[in-house]
């Protein structure tokens, strides 16, 4: 696989927009038993369960090495058409949290785009040099590790005051549905009419 630009596909505000957006919609869906027999506490933290984005944690000091033989492009290094000999070299990182946060674009954000594979909760930077050794592959790599080290603390910080906002929106949208409950049983209650389930 191809490396791919990372943090550069959708606007992690909107997404988290859309999280808050469906827990509104979650809670108007709560059945009037449950929302009835739970406390609006009980029913925000189900809400913020279901909705909650997980930070990304990068373990670092896991990271491992690869190399394998690679072709290169040699029109890449200004050489005539065809391919040369080269070495790809690739971290490997292991991660947790929301996989789906390397396609976000936080708030604060660089027109620079780090590139990396994202596959089976592991991170893979890589780096195809010439076999000649005229490029340091521990430099390419380490360039492109500072720039997700930089991203991935942009995109926390945005998830991290997510959270505080998304519990807000979970605790007013339980209560609300709580109280469209009891209202609603309170008015069936004053047909003074049996009433089917």
Known sequence: MDPKPLFAKS???A???TQERKAIEAAQQI???HALAATVEELAAELVEKFKVEPLLIDWESMTLSHH???IEAEAY???SGKIPGTRYSYHVPFKGDEGLFDCRPTTW???FPYAVVS???LQVSTTVPASGELDPKTELNSEVGKIKQYVDWVNKDVEAFGPRLLHVATTSAQARREKVVHDKEV???FGLPQKP
Do not use: H, K
């Open 15 to 17: 997404v988290l927009s």
């Open 31 to 33: 059945p009037a038993a």
């Open 188 to 190: 069936a209650d004053s």
């Open 11 to 13: 606007d992690l505000g």
């Open 69 to 71: 033989d690679a072709q």
């Open 120 to 122: 089976s909760r592991e």
């Open 78 to 80: 200004g050489w005539r």
């Open 110 to 112: 660089t027109s620079v």
